[in-house]
């Protein structure tokens, strides 16, 4: 699908010189001399590389169509997570480095969304929230600032985050996978 260069947004998936990528940053800019312009830095899905390109306002560029499909958690081994479809049971393996750090976060049967580019699974998007356990965090002072102020924290999966003073070892928090920042206690 084609779309104006002044439509292009932070996270989209663009083809462009035989490439897919995903767009990290965007810039609009209108000099007072000459005609406006996108500055976009992209980074390429299959080379790793990062490309920074300036589009005329007028110019098109191709979006990415990508399929999506919800598919459910099942295990990992040293390379790979696996994945089923729970309508056709169909099992897919995605590779650890495609997820990263927040691959630590499936647990069985959680429900993900995975998109799909020409058949190749690209991207795995986990739900917004999800429940962890404390598996270690320093005990709270009391009177230790008069604004509220955060402690470090280990999830018993091993992520590191900032929790509130209240929180101990042993309680249940929600997680949000976006920015693996705590939301509240359970």
């Known amino acids: 699908m084609k779309i104006n260069a002044s439509e292009i947004r932070v996270g ?19 000099p007072g001399k000459g005609g406006a312009f996108a500055q976009v830095e992209m980074k390429s899905l299959n080379k790793n590389t990062k490309l920074n390109e300036r589009f005329r306002s007028s110019e098109t560029v191709e979006k990415a169509s990508l399929d999506e499909s919800n598919y459910n958690y099942i295990y990992e081994d040293e390379e790979n997570y696996f994945f089923i479809n729970p309508k056709s049971f169909e099992q897919i393996e995605i590779k650890k480095k495609l997820i990263g750090e927040k691959g630590k976060l499936l647990t069985e049967n959680l429900e993900v969304s995975v998109s799909f580019y020409n058949e190749s699974p690209i991207a795995v998007n986990l739900p917004n929230q999800v429940t962890c356990k404390i598996e270690q965090t320093d005990v709270a002072l009391k009177g230790q600032t008069v604004s509220s102020s955060y402690k470090p ?34």
């Open 153 to 186: 924290a280990v999830l018993d999966n091993g992520i590191q985050i900032q929790v509130p003073p209240f929180i101990e070892s042993g309680d249940n928090v929600i997680i949000d996978t976006r920015d693996l920042e705590y939301v509240k206690k359970v």
């Open 12 to 30: 989209m998936l663009i083809e462009y010189k035989q490439d897919l990528w995903q767009v990290l940053k965007t810039q609009h800019v209108k």
